[in-house]
Structures are given as structure tokens and as C-alpha cells.
């Protein structure tokens, strides 16, 4: 029983370290997937703006875009990559703490019945 509750502890500071982590990956994920769509719509724009009046100051806008909107892109895959393993663990996680804590409430329910 001693170790049950020991077990039963350790999943439940192992899920809320989790739901933390998937907490932070969320935002992260959320923020990055914003910065991507204002910068596909300033990619667009500079893109159009050195089409029409092609100089070394709109190539340069256009080229800087470019290549922070391939880093924050990057960057908003590795995020996924990681929110999507760290779901996964989460949800094993707290089925695997489910059960010990179920267990261990039948456990002292059957100690109370029989006295």
C-alpha cells in the first residue's frame, strides 16, 4: 500500500509537469503560427511592392521576410513535432495515474469494509 501511494504521488507530480509542458508548447505553437501568417501576408506585400517598383531597398524587405518566415517556420515545426509526443506521454500519463489512484480507493474501501 506504501508503495502504491508512493506510485500514486509520483503520477500525479509526472501529469501536472506534463500538462504544464503541453501548456507551454501550446502558446509557443499558438504565437509561432500567428508570426507565420503576419509574415506569409508581408511576404505577399513586399513581394508585390518589389514587383511593381523593383529596387535594392524592396528586394532587401523581401529577402529578409523570406528568410525569417523559413526560421520561424523551423521553428513552428519543431513546436509541433514536440506538442504532439508530449500529448501522446500526457495521455498514457494519466491513464496509467487513473488507474493507481482507482486502485488505491478500492484498496482503503475494502480495508474499511472488513474493519
Known amino acids: 500500500l506504501a508503495k502504491l501511494a508512493t506510485a500514486c504521488t509520483a503520477g500525479n507530480a509526472a501529469v501536472a509537469s506534463r500538462s504544464k509542458d503541453a501548456k507551454r508548447l501550446a502558446t509557443a505553437t499558438k504565437r509561432l503560427g500567428r508570426k507565420r501568417g503576419a509574415l506569409l501576408k508581408r511576404k505577399r506585400l513586399a513581394a508585390k ?3 511593381s517598383s523593383p529596387s535594392g531597398e524592396t528586394r ?3 529577402r529578409t521576410t ?4 523559413a526560421t520561424t517556420r523551423s521553428l513552428l515545426d519543431k513546436a ?6 508530449n500529448a501522446t506521454e ?3 500519463l494519466k491513464a496509467a495515474q487513473r488507474r493507481a489512484n482507482a486502485y488505491a480507493k ?3 474501501r ?5 474493519g
Open 106 to 108: 478500492a484498496i482503503v
Open 49 to 51: 511592392r518589389a514587383k
Open 60 to 62: 532587401k524587405a523581401l
Open 80 to 85: 509541433r513535432a514536440a506538442k504532439t509526443a
Open 90 to 92: 500526457l495521455a498514457a
Open 66 to 69: 523570406v528568410k525569417e518566415l
Open 110 to 114: 475494502a480495508e474499511k469494509a472488513l
